[in-house]
């Protein structure tokens, strides 16, 4: 308060008149120049066509990190792992093959010839434990192996 007492005379001789000020002859142009600025709103500039490269960019971004990603994980397994990946594509193909010579076994066979085959006393045929192993680790899951045993 004491502060505020000191101050009083200098303040009552601040003059009470407004800072702000508009400048010189601004209302006297200024419908035209507000004319000036409508009208160069209205010109607004149409937005470009979109080239087929701008609307394929995010398919081919896409496609492109794919192809990234694959080959980050594939190559470096084909390097680490290349006795198994070639593995696995032979057994496929020997497969392949086998069920087609099968097929085509079976399609030059007639009727009569085939129920001749049924009718015919089979051969005993003895097979060694590793071969059971492993006709059953290629045909018959753990799963299935687990169901057919009696818990």
Not at 64 to 87: G, H
Not at 115 to 128: G, I, R
Request: no cysteine.
């Amino acid at each position: 308060m004491d502060n505020l007492k000191e101050n009083t005379p200098e303040l009552s001789k601040i003059k009470k008149e407004n800072p702000f000020r508009v400048p010189e002859n601004y209302f006297d142009d200024f419908s035209a120049r507000l004319q000036m600025k409508i009208e160069a709103e209205k010109k607004v500039v149409p937005a470009p066509k979109k080239s087929i490269i701008q609307l394929l960019k995010p398919a081919i971004s896409l496609a492109a990190s794919f192809a990234l990603i694959f080959l980050l994980v594939y190559w470096p397994l084909k390097s680490f792992l290349p006795n198994k990946l070639a593995e696995s594509n032979t057994i496929e193909i020997e497969s392949y093959d086998n069920e087609n010579q099968y097929l085509t076994l079976l399609e030059g066979i007639d009727e009569n010839s085939f129920y001749a085959l049924l009718d015919e006393p089979t051969a005993k045929v003895e097979f060694s434990d590793d071969e059971l192993i492993n006709y059953i680790n290629t045909n018959i899951s753990e799963y299935d192996i687990y169901l057919g045993t009696d818990n």
